[in-house]
């Protein structure tokens, strides 16, 4: 049997999958892989772990004749085309709940950055321009008492909100279905997406991205914000329409906007680069040592599983 993993991820994973006499080949550069070189590459593989920035659409999954089985390194999974796999016989599978922490983590840490106004604090000492206290250098807003609204309160968003409340804030989230727990632990209401977009001051975005949720933050609903309100990206850029929000933030219409992710990533709208309300991440929402190991784990235990004719453990299809 043969993985090919599409970037280096940590040795844990071709060491699990080495000691069941898998053969492991890594992609040997440090960037993405490109289509050619990931059609050159699966060709004749029994598995993939690949990355979120790696596309299977249906012209690659029609090439992977010997697949059983992709193992996303990641708990998105919108680079896949899901169903196109599900009629190839193609197992697909993602990292839930190993790199939960690790994100809502990171939306907290961007609601902060965004609140205190970290970046233009740390630039304005590295430019030496710090020439001493004053009362109104660089003011922000505080957490206490101000509605946090968690879009999508599936695993993610039930973290980020727990993290939330112990900052004295009242949780509000926009759901499919209710989430007791939220409900029981926090007092959390579940609103309709206009009603969270309209009273939150802080918007913490954690949906999964589909035709559904492709641009559901469009121009119009993003007027809806408040006036002060503070917008936290750590999901999929594509959720929002980039340039609409780039427009209010230009406008001065929200306080600021915290970023982990982007609609043409790794490109960023330029018009980002100008604007001083805003906290930009390079996509770390799972990148930390622990989540990052785990995710090798889980991730070879699913390849693991179906090439030995067991049930993946964190099957998406
Ligand atoms: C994921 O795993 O989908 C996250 O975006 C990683 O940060």
Redesign the pocket.
């Known amino acids: 049997m043969k993985v090919f993993i599409t970037q280096e991820i940590p040795e844990i994973a071709s060491k699990l999958l080495k000691a069941k006499n898998i053969e492991v080949s890594v992609y040997p550069k440090n960037k993405p892989i490109s289509k050619n070189e990931l059609l050159k590459s699966i060709k004749n593989v029994d598995a993939v772990i690949s990355l979120?920035t790696d596309k299977f659409d249906a012209i690659i999954l029609d090439k992977m004749s010997n697949c059983k089985v992709i193992a996303n390194?990641?708990?998105?999974?919108n680079n896949i085309d899901i169903k196109h796999a599900k009629q190839k016989g193609i197992t697909v599978t993602?990292?839930p709940d190993v790199?939960t922490d690790?994100?809502a983590d990171l939306a907290i840490a961007l609601t902060l950055a965004c609140a205190r106004r970290f970046v233009e604090g740390v630039e304005l000492v590295h430019l030496k321009k710090f020439n001493g206290w004053l009362p109104k250098l660089l003011l922000g807003v505080e957490l206490k008492n101000k509605v946090f609204g968690i879009l999508g309160a599936g695993r993610i968003g039930t973290a980020t909100a727990i993290r939330a409340k112990s900052f004295g804030t009242k949780i509000i989230y926009f759901s499919n279905s209710r989430n007791l727990f939220l409900e029981n632990k926090i007092a959390a209401k579940k609103v309709s997406l206009e009603f969270l977009l309209k009273h939150s001051d802080i918007i913490s975005v954690h949906l999964p991205l589909n035709p559904k949720t492709f641009h559901l933050l469009d121009k119009k609903k993003l007027l809806l914000l408040k006036e002060k309100a503070i917008f936290i990206n750590?999901?999929?850029g594509d959720i929002v329409d980039e340039k609409a929000l780039i427009n209010i933030l230009k406008r001065g219409k929200i306080f600021a906007a915290g970023l982990?992710?982007y609609e043409n990533e790794p490109v960023l709208n330029p018009d980002l680069y100008k604007l001083k309300n805003v906290v930009l991440l390079p996509?770390?929402?799972?990148?930390t040592i622990d989540a990052r190991n785990n995710?090798a784990i889980l991730a070879a235990k699913n390849v693991i599983a179906v090439l030995s004719g067991k049930k993946p453990i964190t099957p998406v299809n």
């Open positions: 979120l390194y990641a708990v998105g999974f993602n990292t790199l690790a994100t750590t999901a999929r982990d992710v996509h770390l929402g799972s990148a995710m």
